[in-house]
């Protein structure tokens, strides 16, 4: 790392084919890079394994989104039906976990889905509106039929002369340094 | 087990070298389109100038909406009375509308979760339009029992706030339970089909010319960057939610029919109500689908992504459904010869020969009898027909609640409090109406927002599979 490269972001070339960013992608990932991503218009098969990146952590707090909503239905329908106003009805205990099921379950999926929701935006860092891959000229076609390999400049491996040519070998075209 | 293994080693082979069959999967994307193409065409539908009939049929659609608005409104300032229902006949077209429209909605969810979890690839051309559908479905829905409770300032009493009076809900309710369901349908699917459309939102913020554009999609995007590290998080939270959705499908118009199904009315109290009505709610659903993706494939020429195998599956589904529908109205009939009680073997020899007769027979002959056609290529293949037929499943589907809930209603235990049910003229206008309140919504939504899934239809295409040479 030197100066200058405080202001770069890092470097990006492009490939025109699924196939090409795959196995550029395994040659970065072999290389032993950490700060890096490949931009694609579609989420390519394989990739991830490609990449060397684990699993998406997404799934715990789904798991706490449904824990959460079945315990928060359980405590609703006991204080409203049992604690606060008990009801009688039917003769029937006040509560039990049978009669409010229904509800109980609704809440588990709608909490659970929030925490899905709402896990992809944290673990996304999303919303971000700012970026400076969106001041490539380049970059807007990778939602379209482009695909993208972008070397950070944080990654211990990075030295701009050097990243430059790696990219160059891997068969990457229009190679852009970033700045932020 | 070593003796087992000896053995089979010493079997010979019976064949020399295995060749496995050559069975090529229908072609999802016709034309071998390119990615380009995809972007293009999808992008296209919201970038064009706006088309003069998508106005037209915008103004017809706020027009006809507009019936809903003012009928709700007659409702609200003079009582439900102007509903005609009246003893016996307490839910009368409010809540055949509410379980017709809900009951649409379910073939969203169907195609979005359960067929991606069972790896349906040819989904991706119809979800997002049938996501919509779906949302749009349950808004319309919900405006029935909204309004129907009467005095619609306090619908919140069904929500568990607190009030003035300190009572709360009363959870043993199933019409409580409807409340949580609809409300949680609602909900994540909105979730689900938002979620989704990221990235294709992103698609059309990069490709965007005015300022204008760019602020609203950029906006709604999120500021989505398509990079792996997102695509891993978005796709198992994508599938998280097809998992989540999953489980709704079933229950949704498990607990609508919970709310005939717990009353001990004659022709209600069946066991069979869950699974016939989603069966139903999935029928008409589909039959919904079709009915507004056949126009909208012409107009857009989208023949190279949704194509006959597209169709041929929809047809085959509601074929399956109805099938299963008809079973159960044949089933019903047998439970209630079987059970030995009166009053529901009257119930259901009210409903084929009685006062309401004819409803029940124009049921039959658009839900059985019509889809049964779906057997036939010919027919499949034939889209000004599969249309027809799919509007006479929605009319028979819609016919079926009213069966259910007036029939059982009008002529139950007691003879002297018997009666016969018609609705008005405000009835009438309020539920054509929403035909048009949802015309609008998804009027706008094709307008604004990608019709087609623009990312899931690229993973479809041949070209995206990365050992592909």
């Given amino acids: 790392m030197n100066e200058r490269n405080e202001r770069i972001h890092g470097v990006a070339c492009t490939f025109r084919r699924p196939s090409d960013v795959f196995h550029a992608a395994e040659r970065v990932r072999d290389a032993g890079w950490k700060c890096w991503d490949v931009h694609t218009p579609f989420p390519i098969h394989g990739m991830d394994q490609a990449m060397g990146l684990p699993r998406s952590p997404v799934p715990r707090l789904t798991l706490l989104g449904g824990v959460t909503g079945f315990l928060t239905g359980c405590l609703l329908t006991w204080y409203m039906n049992s604690y606060d106003y008990p009801l009688i009805v039917g003769g029937k205990p006040y509560w039990s976990v049978i009669f409010p099921f229904p509800v109980l379950y609704e809440c588990t999926i709608l909490f659970a889905a929030f925490g899905t929701f709402f896990g992809q935006f944290i673990f996304n860092r999303l919303p971000h509106h ?24 944080r990654d211990p491996n990075f030295h701009l002369d050097e990243s430059r040519n790696f990219l160059l070998s891997l068969g990457g075209q229009e190679i852009t340094v970033i700045r932020d | 087990m070593a003796h087992a293994h000896d053995s089979s080693q010493e079997r010979p082979a019976i064949l020399d070298k295995v060749r496995p069959a050559e069975l090529p999967r229908a072609k999802l994307i016709l034309n071998d389109r390119s990615f380009h193409w995809i972007t293009d065409k999808v992008c296209g539908i919201v970038e064009e100038p706006t088309p003069t009939w998508w106005k037209v049929l915008f103004c017809a659609a706020l027009f006809i909406a507009s019936f809903t608005f003012i009928g709700m409104a007659y409702l609200v300032s003079t009582g439900t009375g102007t509903w005609g229902l009246r003893s016996p006949v307490g839910w009368g077209w409010a809540i055949v509308n509410f379980v017709f429209w809900v009951g649409i909605g379910h073939a969203g969810t169907l195609i979005s979760a359960i067929l991606c979890l069972l790896r349906q690839k040819w ?46 809900p009363q959870f043993r309710s199933p019409l409580e339970w409807d409340v949580f369901a609809v409300s949680t349908y609602f909900t994540v699917s909105t979730l689900f089909w938002y979620m989704g459309m990221i990235p294709d939102l992103g698609a059309i913020r990069d490709r965007a010319k005015t300022w204008w554009r760019k602020a609203f999609y950029s906006l709604l995007a999120m500021g989505w960057r398509g990079g792996n590290r997102q695509w891993s998080n978005f796709e ?53 689908v079709l009915t507004l993706m056949l126009p909208l494939r012409a107009i857009y020429r989208l023949h190279d992504v949704i194509n006959q195998y597209h169709i041929d599956n929809m047809c085959k589904i509601i074929l399956a459904t109805g099938s299963m529908v008809g079973y159960a109205y044949a089933t ?27 409803a029940y027979w124009i049921m039959v002959s658009c839900n059985v009898i019509t889809p ?82 623009i990312a899931e239809l690229k993973i479809v295409s041949p070209q995206a599979d990365p050992h592909a040479h």
């Fill in chain 1, 130 to 153: 700012h970026h400076p891959l969106f001041d490539l000229p380049q970059f807007s076609r990778v939602s379209d039929d482009a695909f993208m390999i972008v070397l950070e400049a």
């Fill in chain 2, 123 to 168: 989904r991706t051309s119809i979800n997002r339009a049938a996501e919509a559908m779906t949302i749009f479905a349950v808004m319309c829905a919900g405006l029935f029992p909204l309004f129907h409770v009467g005095r619609v300032w306090f619908a919140w009493w069904l929500f568990p706030i607190p009030n003035q009076n300190g009572i709360w």
């Fill in chain 2, 236 to 288: 198992m939270a994508y599938l998280l939610l097809a998992g989540l959705s999953t489980p709704l499908v079933l229950s949704v118009h498990t607990i609508v029919s919970f709310d005939f199904a717990v009353s001990n009315v004659p022709g209600w109290h069946t066991t069979i109500f869950p699974p016939y009505f989603v069966a139903g709610a999935i029928f008409s659903g589909f039959a919904m």
């Fill in chain 2, 332 to 358: 019903e009939f047998f439970i209630a010869a079987y059970s030995g009680n009166a009053y529901e073997k009257f119930a259901f020899i009210n409903r084929a020969f009685g006062q309401y007769a004819w």
């Fill in chain 2, 372 to 453: 049964q056609l779906f057997w036939f290529k010919k027919v499949r293949e034939n889209h000004s027909l599969v249309w027809i037929i799919c509007l006479f499943v929605n009319v028979g589907m819609w016919f079926e609640r009213f069966v259910i809930t007036v029939t059982s209603l009008a002529n139950d235990y007691l003879p002297s409090s018997w009666g016969y049910y018609s609705p008005t003229i405000v009835d009438i206008f309020t539920f054509f109406g929403t035909f048009g309140f949802f015309s609008v919504l998804f009027l706008l939504f094709i307008r604004f927002l990608p019709l087609l899934p």
